[in-house]
């Protein structure tokens, strides 16, 4: 078995580990790398836009992961559609307890 290390790509998380997949060094193909990784992390494949080697290596065929070594750290960049974001990030121009039309009053 190879292990690798993946995690979405997520640069607005303060916490953003890894986690251990294992794939099996028969199949080390781009495909299988996609399905398990998906699957361990629970997302659909369709959403992953693209896989990097950390630091900055795209992944792209079947001779890329075949190159992998144990405890390499991948990413999985997402695609970014308002209608499928995982996580919900404030904008910067939404103080907390900003009320519009409290500031709109004149005196």
Do not use: W
């Not at 997949?21 to 990784?37: G, W």
């Not at 079947?62 to 695609?79: G, I, M, N, P, S």
């Amino acid at each position: 078995e190879l292990v690798l290390k993946v995690r979405i790509q997520n640069p607005n998380l303060r916490e953003n580990d890894f986690i251990e997949i294992e794939l099996d060094r028969q199949e080390l193909t781009y495909k299988e790398l996609l399905r398990v990784s998906c699957h361990e992390l629970g997302l659909n494949p369709e959403r992953v836009q693209k896989i990097r080697k950390l630091p900055n290596t795209m992944l792209r065929k079947d001779k890329d992961v075949a190159r992998l070594q144990d405890f390499q750290e991948l990413e999985l960049v997402l695609t970014v559609s308002d209608k499928n974001l995982i996580f919900r990030v404030p904008a910067l121009f939404e103080p907390s307890g900003y009320n519009q039309k409290a500031s709109e009053l004149t005196y």
